[in-house]
């Protein structure tokens, strides 16, 4: 499959007009690696095409989500196997505008095919539905009762933003797109602009399995920018009903600015801002200080740092044991070799924060990786710092995310300041506990902090790694994303883009066949608060 540059439109690709391919209406991928700009240019789409895909999408909105179960459920499964039938099409594409090795890539292609496959199952069990029914009862005393039935529907047209740091798998056919399409809400995905190429490629594997499945064509649609533009057009479109997002805290906050400055405010569910912080707990230090800094330091070098989940803090009781901590995780450190970071404006952000760390009073730099210079153009070498408590909790900037290969360690003198510490965190995606049996009673006086910092919580384990599952939570309070209550991964995710919806008294053959007498869809409902 050829990648041609065009925003996909419903069912078409947009024109190109020449004369802006070769001016400023174009932009060019970048090899990581190299800094060499990549073939074909791709147009900024215009405000005109913006404004089409969500007039298309508004159109096929009433008819996809009343889409039998199965065909949605099939839907899914078939963008699936267009994904995969890209083949190493995709995956060298993608290597080359993001730097990552083939087996991420190939890892990454595993996980964007998985989410699609569990929301299709989702879908298929019809549980999110949510049906509750309330029968009549005349005969009531003191008043009768009416008959209430309830389901949940899609919100409506969701703008999805690819993002920077997972190319598949929270981009233009990953977790966001799923959870919306799995909820019957037609999609228009923004691309980042660091993998057009790759963004093309996914969108028309949709694009495809859109029409082998027979659906609207306004059920999904891609639009292109290097910069703001078509991302203010899309959420301020009065036919979107819900955004996702996956970013900085700048770009997070900024868009959800728009979206309630609009005369009808919308959701903006997005992942942003997390230091993701570790405590290691006395016990556990003792016994095993060495392994915890060296699994440490292959967390913190995972990706380049570019995981949200990242270890980017360090919470421990001061002494010879947080010592022995340090020097392993500073020796681990040192035989990392630099590895390019996904774009320019990521990497100059890096070396920014870092210098940032190395300038602040009260911090030391405890560790750097390898020098690898000159290997490739934006290349993130690892950095590991450490400072007091007292210094911390007096300077802001340290609370801050580097983005990238670095952490910090605080030397806290004892469990109460440690505590305190955490009490002063903003919210994170997680944190992480390693301890031993005999660290559980302090474990147990910190959890109720933890829960209330955190959208996930683990133990003698590192954040990165999210399972996609059931029961996984990526989400968390402020500002790790915009809406603590959410999750971006799991098939709770699809929760966001629902609403409830309740149906007094009305004739069986006007009700959803989902809520009709006798139960003909044959889904899970509830009658009066009990499973049916």
Same mark, same amino acid.
């Given at each position: 499959?050829?990648?041609?540059?065009?925003?996909?439109?419903?069912?078409?690709?947009?024109?190109?007009?020449?004369?802006?391919?070769?001016?400023?209406?174009?932009?060019?991928?970048?090899?990581?690696?190299?800094?060499?700009?990549?073939?074909?240019?791709?147009?900024?789409?215009?405000?005109?095409?913006?404004?089409?895909?969500?007039?298309?999408?508004?159109?096929?909105?009433?008819?996809?989500?009343?889409?039998?179960?199965?065909?949605?459920?099939?839907?899914?499964?078939?963008?699936?196997?267009?994904?995969?039938?890209?083949?190493?099409?995709?995956?060298?594409?993608?290597?080359?505008?993001?730097?990552?090795?083939?087996?991420?890539?190939?890892?990454?292609?595993?996980?964007?095919?998985?989410?699609?496959?569990?929301?299709?199952?989702?879908?298929?069990?019809?549980?999110?539905?949510?049906?509750?029914?309330?029968?009549?009862?005349?005969?009531?005393?003191?008043?009768?009762?009416?008959?209430?039935?309830?389901?949940?529907?899609?919100?409506?047209?969701?703008?999805?933003?690819?993002?920077?740091?997972?190319?598949?798998?929270?981009?233009?056919?990953?977790?966001?797109?799923?959870?919306?399409?799995?909820?019957?809400?037609?999609?228009?995905?923004?691309?980042?602009?660091?993998?057009?190429?790759?963004?093309?490629?996914?969108?028309?594997?949709?694009?495809?399995?859109?029409?082998?499945?027979?659906?609207?064509?306004?059920?999904?649609?891609?639009?292109?920018?290097?910069?703001?533009?078509?991302?203010?057009?899309?959420?301020?479109?009065?036919?979107?009903?819900?955004?996702?997002?996956?970013?900085?805290?700048?770009?997070?906050?900024?868009?959800?600015?728009?979206?309630?400055?609009?005369?009808?405010?919308?959701?903006?569910?997005?992942?942003?801002?997390?230091?993701?912080?570790?405590?290691?707990?006395?016990?556990?230090?003792?016994?095993?200080?060495?392994?915890?800094?060296?699994?440490?330091?292959? !967390?913190?070098?995972? /990706?380049?740092?570019?995981?949200? %989940?990242? $270890? &980017?803090?360090?919470? =421990?009781?001061? +002494?010879? #044991?947080?010592?022995?901590?340090?020097?392993?995780?500073?020796?681990?450190?040192?035989?990392?070799?630099?590895?390019?970071?996904?774009?320019?404006?990521?990497?100059? !952000?890096?070396?920014? /924060?870092?210098?940032?760390?190395? %300038?602040? $009073? &009260?911090?030391?730099? =405890?560790?750097? +990786?390898? #020098?690898?210079?000159?290997?490739?153009?934006?290349?993130?070498?690892?950095?590991?710092?450490?400072?007091?408590?007292?210094?911390?909790?007096?300077?802001?900037?340290?609370?801050?995310?580097?983005?990238?290969?670095?952490?910090?360690?605080?030397?806290?003198?004892?469990?109460?300041?440690?505590?305190?510490?955490?009490?002063?965190?903003?919210?994170?995606?997680?944190?992480?506990?390693?301890?031993?049996?005999?660290?559980?009673?302090?474990?147990?006086?910190?959890?109720?902090?933890?829960?209330?910092?955190?959208?996930?919580?683990?133990?003698?384990?590192?954040?990165?790694?999210?399972?996609?599952?059931?029961?996984?939570?990526?989400?968390?309070?402020?500002?790790?994303?915009?809406?603590?209550?959410?999750?971006?991964?799991?098939?709770?995710?699809?929760?966001?883009?629902?609403?409830?919806?309740?149906?007094?008294?009305?004739?069986?053959?006007?009700?959803?066949?989902?809520?009709?007498?006798?139960?003909?869809?044959?889904?899970?409902?509830?009658?009066?608060?009990?499973?049916?």
């Amino acid at each position: 499959m050829e990648i041609s540059g065009s925003a996909l439109i419903g069912q078409r690709s947009a024109q190109h007009d020449e004369h802006n391919v070769m001016g400023s209406s174009a932009f060019r991928a970048v090899n990581p690696v190299t800094g060499a700009p990549l073939e074909p240019a791709f147009m900024r789409t215009s405000a005109q095409d913006v404004a089409l895909a969500c007039e298309l999408a508004a159109k096929a909105f009433d008819t996809y989500r009343e889409t039998p179960l199965e065909q949605r459920a099939a839907f899914l499964e078939r963008i699936a196997a267009c994904v995969l039938n890209l083949g190493d099409t995709l995956v060298e594409r993608c290597m080359a505008e993001t730097g990552l090795p083939r087996a991420r890539i190939e890892g990454e292609r595993a996980r964007t095919i998985g989410q699609l496959k569990m929301f299709a199952d989702v879908v298929r069990r019809g549980e999110f539905l949510g049906l509750r029914i309330d029968p009549a009862q005349p005969q009531r005393t003191p008043a009768p009762r009416v008959d209430l039935r309830l389901r949940h529907i899609g919100l409506g047209p969701v703008a999805v933003f690819g993002a920077s740091n997972f190319p598949l798998a929270f981009s233009v056919a990953g977790g966001d797109t799923a959870a919306a399409l799995a909820a019957g809400c037609p999609v228009v995905a923004k691309a980042h602009p660091a993998h057009p190429g790759t963004s093309e490629l996914v969108g028309r594997a949709i694009q495809q399995a859109v029409h082998d499945c027979a659906l609207p064509d306004g059920t999904f649609s891609l639009v292109f920018d290097d910069s703001i533009g078509a991302g203010v057009a899309l959420v301020e479109n009065p036919h979107i009903k819900a955004v996702g997002f996956t970013g900085s805290r700048t770009g997070g906050v900024a868009l959800m600015q728009l979206a309630a400055r609009r005369s009808e405010p919308i959701p903006v569910y997005a992942e942003m801002s997390s230091i993701n912080p570790v405590l290691l707990l006395p016990h556990a230090l003792a016994a095993r200080a060495e392994a915890i800094g060296q699994a440490f330091a292959a !967390a913190l070098t995972l /990706g380049t740092g570019q995981f949200c %989940t990242n $270890p &980017g803090l360090v919470l =421990a009781i001061d +002494g010879p #044991d947080l010592q022995r901590f340090v020097d392993s995780a500073a020796a681990a450190l040192g035989t990392q070799p630099a590895t390019p970071m996904l774009t320019a404006g990521i990497h100059g !952000a890096y070396l920014r /924060g870092i210098e940032r760390l190395r %300038t602040q $009073p &009260g911090v030391e730099q =405890a560790g750097m +990786g390898a #020098d690898s210079s000159g290997a490739c153009a934006h290349a993130g070498r690892a950095a590991l710092f450490v400072t007091r408590a007292e210094v911390f909790a007096q300077q802001a900037a340290l609370h801050e995310e580097v983005f990238g290969p670095a952490s910090l360690v605080v030397r806290c003198p004892d469990a109460q300041t440690l505590h305190a510490i955490v009490e002063r965190l903003e919210g994170q995606l997680t944190i992480a506990l390693h301890l031993d049996d005999a660290d559980h009673a302090l474990a147990r006086t910190l959890l109720p902090t933890l829960e209330r910092r955190a959208g996930r919580v683990l133990v003698n384990g590192f954040g990165t790694g999210v399972e996609v599952g059931h029961a996984m939570v990526h989400g968390g309070p402020f500002p790790a994303t915009s809406d603590g209550r959410s999750t971006s991964v799991g098939s709770l995710a699809i929760t966001r883009f629902l609403r409830p919806v309740s149906y007094q008294d009305l004739p069986d053959a006007l009700l959803p066949e989902t809520l009709r007498a006798g139960n003909p869809a044959g889904l899970p409902r509830s009658v009066d608060g009990a499973p049916a």
